[in-house]
């Protein structure tokens, strides 16, 4: 959640709609984050 804040503290849209929409995009930027510092192991035989 602290992550989530670093993106703003507040909604800014007024629509509700257009509020969804931006708590998707927050999201998919945290997930995007999270897959880039996440190691990759490849197994070696």
Known sequence: M???KLLGERI???????QVAEIQIRAAI???FT?????QTQRVA
């Open 35 to 39: 897959a880039l510092g996440r190691p």
């Open 30 to 32: 945290l997930n995007r």
């Open 12 to 18: 800014m849209a007024r629509d509700f709609d257009r």
């Open 2 to 4: 602290h992550c989530f």
